[in-house]
């Protein structure tokens, strides 16, 4: 009988209650994997119990804004190591984020710290308290993001939180390298998660700014092009393939691209700032 080559390998994934993390983790529970996947909400921690698979083991609570759940989740996930009998994590898969749609000068200051603490401060102490495991485990780092260090008008508060992490994980490649720990980018575009298709409605809703109609012309333009790029989206499945090729590679790319134009904004961070800048303001 063959054993699956992937059956002493656990993995930590966040944000599991929607969109990516909920289709790589079972997933990636399917081919073998311990799945610790973490959520926020008990509502959706019974959804993914309710799955009856004995290698996904959801988390309940982890929230990033919180850095009080993150001993309890440590915790959890040794004592279940301990009760499989495997050293330690084989990879952290830092996937959580939200963000708004809004042009800098409108956008929710407090909403926008609550996105810099679920994309990038919360991840960062994840990865704190995960390194011991990596370190026992032989793993690695994923971190899912945006597909390319580019500014994008009105999702600052996503690409911003993606240049820092950007840095943070080529930091980290670098500072890990001692103990051969790779970290690893996940680039997403366009993903056929529930969530991404846009309304009207919701871009109303950002225009009753009080300086909205600045900004009118220019949105709802923005709006239709976004509404054609949700029809061209990658399905979800083709994330959770890219995410097993960077977990089982032996020499992983410290990039792997997946989704509807990732390919394009990659050649486009390529290029010299300056131009690169020009060709996006064109675009507008």
Known sequence: MTTNP??????????????????????LAKNGFTVFASVRKDADFEKLRQLNDPNLIPVCPLDLTRPSDIPPVM?????????????????LINNAGNGMVAPVEMMDVDAFQN??????????????????????????????MTPAIIPIKYVGSIHACDFAANCIARTLDIELDTWHIPVIQIRCGGIDTADAPMSDAFIESVL??????????AMLKWAKGISE??????????????????????????????GHMAGMAALIELMPQNFMDKILKNRS
């Open 6 to 27: 992937n059956s002493e390998k656990s993995v930590l994934i966040t944000g599991c209650s929607s969109g990516i993390g909920r289709a790589i983790a079972p997933y």
């Open 75 to 91: 915790e959890t996930i040794q004592a279940e190591l301990q009760r499989r009998g495997q050293a330690g994590l084989y990879a």
């Open 115 to 144: 996105v810099l603490q679920t994309r990038l401060v919360g991840p960062v102490a994840l990865v704190q308290a995960c390194l011991p495991l990596l370190r026992q485990g032989g793993g690695r780092i994923l971190w899912i």
């Open 208 to 217: 009753q700014h009080p300086r909205g109609d600045l900004y009118r012309e």
């Open 229 to 258: 790029f949700d029809q061209k989206r990658t399905p979800l499945e083709k994330v959770g393939q890219v995410v097993m090729s960077a977990l089982n590679a032996r020499t992983p790319k410290r990039y792997y691209s997946v």
